[in-house]
């Protein structure tokens, strides 16, 4: 009883309140976000947070598994990727003589799910899931191992509450063909891949019952299925587990089927419990090097630690071949492209707490330099100009079109236009080398970075008759004020960018004369192009007036009409057919002719790089000198309430 009794206390979970997030019951408009919100994930694969043994028949939202890397278009003619999920490991079906004991989620009475942050881990207790012949107590544990990321792993116990029936649970393995070719499906192995990325996928997969410490053998039902039947008695205890290996090949030439057995094997070996200790102590690990602990206010230390726990879940310091996405592995919304969210708002995270992980993402973009290359060029601008959204191979992957809220055509400017995307990522490679003095990163990939974003810098800005190099026709943070000229942010890390080129480029000639040798020699650097980049640096506009040490956003920002926010105040709304102006929102054409920008665009810090002082305008969550101190409500307000486009903050006045 000693391994039922480990079990159990695996299944318990952790009862502290501040590292748990539970849910309770069946809320169909809900579902979809619960299962991103307890998602768990490895940085190699992610499962959402999907029941198991309550399912039903059928549910709101099909299972997804995601693994990272995993791009593919629709068609041979279509050049964008997108996500694919994979299959679903976690199919659990529990029948009694008159059919499946759950036929829809919300049947069963009690059902608590509940993320165990601290250990990386999801779980869940239904009570009372009963028919009158029977009664159970089931309580579920899965994850996806931080310690071996190709492994994943579900625990299921049932405790017999009262009655003497026949009972059969079926383990399978769900959507086989949900976004993925197949080339064989055995009993303990699947092989699958895409169709026209030229990847691979394998998952090998066992499972085992025991009833009161026994084990009882399966009948096979095909692929990837298996059914164990018996009768059940009062104070019965039932343990399944079921692992997973998971491996991904960038090859269609490389058999993904041999070292997903090799890695189930291993886990097997471990066993539940050794893989279970393994993912815990990497789980410790991690939040050693990451926790942040707030006194006095319960409410933010929740918040905080779920937010850290979502990071360190999704970054894989093994495979440079990848990124985080803009829902990381949580739900495939944006195709699982990755966007300048990343550099700006993820990295200085992991630079500070996991730099191994900072490392590998960066070197993403050294792996993509080559789409980076490829766009500049076919828009007819040298260097790097990085995909606003990128998937595997750093090609461009924003739509040109999509379909909005109200069924019209709408098209997409922002893979041409969203440019500041090249010095974000300069930007990011330079904080990592200040922080962790990894030269060899700055000398094998980071400098050409540096340089190749720095020379796209330079032959965009374009000399005018003012006497000014003027960057026209973009888009900055302000996704609502399109096809600009001199926006501020992108002005200003342009000319950032290329000052740091020049700093690297005399930092190699000075300290590493052989490697500068050889990349100046490379990329066809010579002291006149050097030159150029300094005048461009030197006189690209930015907006700022000295007199007040205000930024106008872009030319003629200033020059926009204002906009009563009073229009769009929140005010309580009482009695039947009361309408509440909370409900009243901007849209996106208000927004583009009026002095408003989304909260993502309103802020300012200040970094000090050397003698320089470089005001960013991007992301602040406090309301700085530039925004009406009358209108400061506007930031506050749920997140949720608001239809602007923008999942971070409602719009606000900008001056």
Not at 86 to 100: E, K, S
Not at 102 to 108: F, K
Not at 407 to 424: F, M, N, P, W, Y
Not at 612 to 620: A, K, N
Request: charged letters at 20%.
């Amino acid at each position: 009883m000693t391994a039922l009794k480990t079990m159990a206390a695996i299944l318990a979970g952790t009862k502290d309140p501040e590292w748990i997030f539970a849910v309770d019951g069946f809320e169909p408009m809900m579902e979809s976000s619960v299962e991103s919100r307890f998602a768990i994930s490895n940085g190699f694969l992610g499962v959402r947070g999907v029941r198991s043994t309550t399912r039903g028949e059928r549910w709101v939202v099909p299972a997804r598994t995601y693994v990272a890397g995993l791009f593919d278009s629709t068609s041979v003619k279509q050049a964008k990727q997108a996500l694919v999920p994979a299959v679903d490991w976690l199919g659990i079906l529990i029948a009694v003589p008159g059919g499946p004991l759950v036929r829809h989620p919300g049947d069963v009475p009690l059902h608590r799910m509940t993320l165990d942050m601290k250990r990386g881990a999801l779980l869940s207790e239904s009570s009372h899931l009963s028919t009158p012949d029977i009664g159970l107590c089931v309580r579920t544990l899965r994850l996806v191992s931080m310690s071996e990321r190709a492994v994943g792993l579900q625990l299921i116990q049932l405790e017999v509450e009262h009655g003497e029936v026949a009972v059969t649970f079926e383990a399978s393995v769900e959507g086989t063909s949900l976004g993925l070719a197949t080339d064989r499906l055995n009993q303990d192995l699947g092989l699958w891949h895409t169709r026209y990325s030229g990847k691979r996928l394998a998952l090998a997969t066992n499972s085992s019952l025991q009833i009161d410490g026994q084990i009882v053998e399966p009948i096979s039902l095909g692929p990837l299925k298996w059914s164990w039947s018996w009768k059940t008695r009062p104070g019965q205890v039932v343990s399944f587990e079921r692992f997973v290996a998971i491996v991904r090949s960038d090859s269609l030439e490389l058999d993904a089927g041999p070292p997903a057995r090799e890695k189930l094997g291993l886990a097997k070996r471990a066993g539940w419990h050794g893989v279970v200790s393994a993912h815990e102590a990497a789980w410790t690990s991690r939040w050693q090097c990451s926790d942040v602990t707030i006194a006095g206010d319960a409410d933010a230390q929740h918040a905080l630690r779920f937010a850290v726990y979502h990071l360190n879940g999704a970054a894989n310091p093994a495979d440079e071949r990848v990124s985080i996405g803009a829902r990381a592995l949580t739900g495939d919304d944006y195709h699982g492209h990755v966007f300048w969210d990343t550099e700006i708002f993820l990295l200085p995270f992991y630079i500070l707490t996991w730099p191994e992980a900072a490392r590998t993402l960066l070197m993403y973009r050294f792996h993509t330099l080559a789409g980076a290359r490829a766009k500049a060029a076919g828009m007819g601008w040298r260097g790097a100009l990085y995909a606003w959204e990128s998937a595997g191979t750093g090609a461009e992957m924003t739509p040109e079109q999509v379909i909005g809220p109200d069924r019209k055509v709408v098209t997409v400017l922002c893979g041409r236009q969203e440019q500041h995307i090249s010095a974000d990522v300069a930007y990011a490679v330079w904080q990592y080398w200040h922080a962790t003095g990894d030269d060899d990163f700055l000398l094998q990939a980071g400098a050409e970075i540096l340089l190749e974003t720095g020379r796209f810098w330079a032959s965009r800005a374009g000399l005018e008759a003012d006497g000014h190099c003027h960057i026209r026709g973009v888009i900055g943070p302000d996704e609502y004020h399109e096809d600009i000229d001199d926006n501020a942010y992108t002005n200003v890390m342009a000319r950032w960018n290329i000052r740091r080129a020049l700093d690297v480029a005399a930092l190699l000639r000075d300290r590493w004369p052989a490697r500068w040798k050889v990349l100046a020699s490379q990329l066809g650097l010579v002291e006149s192009e050097l030159e150029q980049w300094l005048n461009v640096a030197e006189t690209t506009k930015t907006g700022l007036n000295p007199k007040t040490g205000m930024f106008e956003q872009f030319s003629g920002y200033f020059d926009l009409e204002d906009i009563d926010l009073e229009n769009y105040r929140p005010v309580r709304a009482h009695g039947r057919g009361a309408r509440a102006r909370a409900d009243a929102t901007l849209t996106g054409r208000e927004t583009g002719r009026c002095r408003c920008a989304p909260g993502i665009a309103a802020g300012r810090i200040r970094g000090r790089f050397g003698s320089e002082e470089l005001p960013l305008l991007f992301v602040s969550l406090q309301p700085w000198e530039f925004v009406e101190p009358c209108h400061a409500w506007a930031r506050c307000r749920p997140i949720g309430r608001y239809r602007n486009g923008t999942a971070l903050l409602p719009p606000s006045v900008g001056h």
